[in-house]
């Protein structure tokens, strides 16, 4: 039971999937008034994906990304309980996902950042992901993100280039999250050839 608990721990970074009060917090940040591109990454159960699918607007997508397939049952439920909507489920590395050129309103990760930093490759994997995630999105999009210890902040800041529009804390968890909410700025206009 012990080494399960940490086995959970060491490759999804949590023992318990979210609460209702972080999922809630975190979707509260997102406009679902109008039609979105949505990137949803490390979905586990989907205790998030259920809330995204009942707030999506018509003509809506959404993209979810898991790479465990033990979860597969429980994402192709909640799909199929909504064939109304336009929702893939990629199984895989979300880096196979962002190779695909999309371009995304928001995403919402609950990857374990934390948990990459202890590859033994100089955080190369951490950073590429973080610059997927910044690339993926269009101008003015928003990356949300959660994490325990504010562990990865620094990191996600600087690949953006500046610091986050919004921290917010959801005490109500099991652990207690930290929720970074950072917009892409639109790219510098290109000098006009005089
Ligand atoms: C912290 S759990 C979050 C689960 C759920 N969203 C929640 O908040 O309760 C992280 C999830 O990310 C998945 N994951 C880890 N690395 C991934 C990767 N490179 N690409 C896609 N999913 C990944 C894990 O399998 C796990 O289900």
């Known amino acids: 039971m012990l080494l399960k608990t940490v086995k959970k721990i ?3 970074g ?12 975190m979707l509260n940040k997102i406009d679902f008034s109008r039609p979105l591109k949505i990137l ?13 699918i009942n707030k999506l607007a018509d003509g809506s997508e959404l993209h979810i990304s898991e790479i465990k397939t ?5 994402l192709e439920k909640l799909i199929a309980q909504h064939p109304e909507k336009h929702i893939t489920l990629y199984n ?17 990760s609950s990857l374990p950042l934390q948990n990459f930093t202890r590859m033994n490759d100089d955080n190369e994997f951490l950073h590429r ?4 995630f910044r690339g993926c999105l269009k101008d003015g999009g928003t990356y949300l993100q959660y994490q325990y210890f504010m562990s990865n902040k620094r ?5 953006f ?8 804390f959801v005490p109500l968890n099991i652990l207690p999250a930290f929720i970074y909410n950072m917009t892409k700025l639109p790219a510098p206009c290109e000098q006009q050839e005089a």
């Open 10 to 12: 060491r490759e999804e």
């Open 14 to 25: 949590l023992i318990v999937s979210s609460s209702g009060f972080l999922v809630r917090a």
């Open 40 to 52: 949803e990454t490390g979905s586990g159960k989907g205790v998030f994906t259920r809330e995204i």
């Open 70 to 74: 033990e979860y597969n049952c429980h």
């Open 92 to 108: 895989g590395c979300v880096t196979d996902v962002l190779k695909e050129n999309n371009e995304y309103d928001v995403v919402i």
């Open 129 to 132: 992901i973080i610059e997927s």
């Open 155 to 159: 990191d996600i800041e600087l690949i």
């Open 161 to 168: 280039g500046k610091n986050m529009d919004e921290i917010s």
